[in-house]
Protein backbone atom coordinates (compact mmCIF):
# COMPACT_ATOMS: atom_id res chain seq x y z
CA UNK A 1 0.00 0.00 0.00
CA UNK A 2 2.27 2.49 1.20
CA UNK A 3 4.59 1.88 -2.77
CA UNK A 4 1.14 3.06 -4.28
CA UNK A 5 0.78 6.01 -2.56
CA UNK A 6 3.08 8.10 -3.65
CA UNK A 7 1.74 7.05 -7.21
CA UNK A 8 -1.40 8.18 -6.79
CA UNK A 9 -0.59 11.45 -4.78
CA UNK A 10 1.33 12.47 -8.14
CA UNK A 11 -1.77 11.27 -10.44
CA UNK A 12 -3.64 13.81 -8.11
CA UNK A 13 -1.11 16.56 -8.54
CA UNK A 14 -2.21 17.89 -5.16
CA UNK A 15 -1.50 17.22 -1.87
CA UNK A 16 -2.86 13.67 -0.19
CA UNK A 17 -2.04 12.01 3.24
CA UNK A 18 -1.55 8.37 3.35
CA UNK A 19 -2.39 7.14 7.16
CA UNK A 20 -0.54 3.71 7.84
CA UNK A 21 0.85 1.38 10.63
CA UNK A 22 4.41 0.41 11.63
CA UNK A 23 4.11 -2.76 9.90
CA UNK A 24 2.96 -2.20 6.96
CA UNK A 25 5.11 0.93 6.47
CA UNK A 26 8.16 -1.32 7.12
CA UNK A 27 7.56 -3.98 4.77
CA UNK A 28 7.02 -1.32 1.59
CA UNK A 29 10.23 0.67 3.23
CA UNK A 30 11.38 0.90 -0.48
CA UNK A 31 8.94 3.51 -0.90
CA UNK A 32 10.72 6.03 0.82
CA UNK A 33 12.72 5.88 -2.30
CA UNK A 34 9.35 7.64 -4.37
CA UNK A 35 9.26 10.66 -1.55
CA UNK A 36 13.12 11.34 -2.37
CA UNK A 37 13.43 15.08 -3.13
CA UNK A 38 13.44 16.05 -6.69
CA UNK A 39 11.61 16.57 -10.10
CA UNK A 40 9.48 13.55 -9.54
CA UNK A 41 8.64 13.87 -5.59
CA UNK A 42 4.77 13.45 -5.42
CA UNK A 43 2.93 15.82 -2.61
CA UNK A 44 2.36 12.96 -0.14
CA UNK A 45 2.13 13.18 3.45
CA UNK A 46 2.54 9.80 5.50
CA UNK A 47 1.15 9.66 8.97
CA UNK A 48 2.63 6.79 10.40
CA UNK A 49 0.49 5.00 13.62
CA UNK A 50 3.94 3.80 15.42
CA UNK A 51 2.18 1.33 18.08
CA UNK A 52 5.90 -1.34 18.34
CA UNK A 53 3.82 -3.81 16.66
CA UNK A 54 0.53 -5.18 14.78
CA UNK A 55 -1.93 -3.82 17.24
CA UNK A 56 -5.10 -4.18 14.82
CA UNK A 57 -4.23 -7.80 15.23
CA UNK A 58 -5.53 -8.39 18.87
CA UNK A 59 -8.70 -7.86 17.55
CA UNK A 60 -8.77 -11.23 15.69
CA UNK A 61 -10.05 -14.09 17.63
CA UNK A 62 -7.04 -15.71 17.46
CA UNK A 63 -6.01 -13.21 20.57
CA UNK A 64 -8.07 -14.76 22.99
CA UNK A 65 -7.36 -18.59 21.96
CA UNK A 66 -3.86 -18.89 22.64
CA UNK A 67 -1.65 -17.57 25.20
CA UNK A 68 0.09 -13.94 24.80
CA UNK A 69 3.99 -15.65 24.49
CA UNK A 70 2.37 -17.45 21.64
CA UNK A 71 0.62 -14.83 19.93
CA UNK A 72 2.70 -11.95 20.81
CA UNK A 73 5.84 -12.97 18.51
CA UNK A 74 3.25 -14.63 16.16
CA UNK A 75 0.87 -12.03 15.40
CA UNK A 76 1.89 -8.75 17.17
CA UNK A 77 5.03 -9.63 15.70
CA UNK A 78 6.57 -6.65 17.96
CA UNK A 79 9.52 -4.51 16.39
CA UNK A 80 11.84 -1.88 17.27
CA UNK A 81 13.13 0.13 14.20
CA UNK A 82 14.12 4.36 14.78
CA UNK A 83 11.39 4.76 12.10
CA UNK A 84 12.73 8.37 11.74
CA UNK A 85 16.48 7.45 11.28
CA UNK A 86 15.00 4.92 7.88
CA UNK A 87 13.06 8.43 6.86
CA UNK A 88 16.36 10.40 7.24
CA UNK A 89 18.27 8.00 5.51
CA UNK A 90 16.20 9.00 2.74
CA UNK A 91 16.41 12.14 3.28
CA UNK A 92 12.39 12.36 3.89
CA UNK A 93 11.99 15.24 6.05
CA UNK A 94 10.28 13.62 9.95
CA UNK A 95 7.88 14.96 12.25
CA UNK A 96 7.30 12.85 15.88
CA UNK A 97 3.71 13.42 17.02
CA UNK A 98 2.81 12.12 20.45
CA UNK A 99 -0.20 13.67 21.36
CA UNK A 100 -3.69 13.66 19.76
CA UNK A 101 -2.79 17.80 19.70
CA UNK A 102 0.08 17.53 17.34
CA UNK A 103 -1.32 15.92 14.67
CA UNK A 104 -3.15 19.26 13.10
CA UNK A 105 -0.45 21.41 13.13
CA UNK A 106 2.03 18.52 12.08
CA UNK A 107 -0.54 17.80 8.99
CA UNK A 108 -0.04 21.72 8.09
CA UNK A 109 3.60 21.59 7.76
CA UNK A 110 4.07 20.46 3.73
CA UNK A 111 7.26 20.67 2.03
CA UNK A 112 5.65 19.93 -1.27
CA UNK A 113 6.23 22.96 -3.92
CA UNK A 114 3.66 22.36 -6.85
CA UNK A 115 5.78 22.98 -10.35
Do not use: K
Not at 27 to 48: K, M
Not at 60 to 74: G, R
Amino acid sequence: MFCVAPGFAEGLSRPATLLVGDLSFLHDINGLNLLRGGELRPPLTVVLINNAGGGIFSFLPIASSIPEDEFTPLWATPQNVDLEAMCRAQGIPHQRVTTPEGLVPALQVRTYTPV
